[in-house]
């Protein structure tokens, strides 16, 4: 892969996609579904637009992905998120056997770090802290302004 399509620069986009999200008045979480060095999927959260708990940007995306390519395994993509996703969405990603996930900011409240990688299919390999400062930055900006 080269230099140009490599983890920051599809991070970059799943923080296009936070920044959408945030617009919107939606925690600012983005991510992107990544196949063959081309992205499938794009999503943001959207859980006060369509009032649905449910609709976290990774959840979003594995549909949009899972349509794209026709299959509801994701074996062979990379999801880049934002925020280290949630159990829920964990779980999600682990029904889609999707291949891998990079993230940017660590969720120690709620994240998978803190269920253990036994929530993830076995073959997923998990990678973070790509592009940390500026996800975590979306976040706290977001918070900061609601209280």
């Known amino acids: 892969m080269s230099q140009l399509l490599g983890d920051d620069f599809f991070m970059k986009a799943a923080i296009h996609q936070a920044k959408l999200a945030l617009e919107n008045d939606e925690v600012p979480i983005g991510a992107v579904i990544v196949v063959n060095s081309q992205i499938i999927a794009k999503a943001h959260n959207q859980t006060e637009l369509l009032n649905d708990v449910t609709a976290h940007a990774e959840m979003l995306a594995i549909t949009s992905a899972a349509n794209f390519i ?3 395994y994701l074996n062979d993509c990379s999801l880049y998120i934002t925020l ?3 159990a829920m969405c964990a779980g999600a990603l682990a029904w889609s056997q999707i291949g891998r996930i990079v993230y940017g900011a660590s969720d120690n409240k709620g994240g998978i770090s803190k269920f253990g990688r036994s929530i993830l299919h076995p073959k997923t390999k ?9 996800c975590q930055l979306l976040l706290k900006q977001f918070f900061k ?3």
């Open 70 to 72: 026709g299959s509801k």
């Open 84 to 86: 280290e996703p949630c």
């Open 126 to 134: 998990v990678e973070f802290g790509v592009l940390q400062e500026e």
């Open 145 to 147: 302004n609601k209280r």
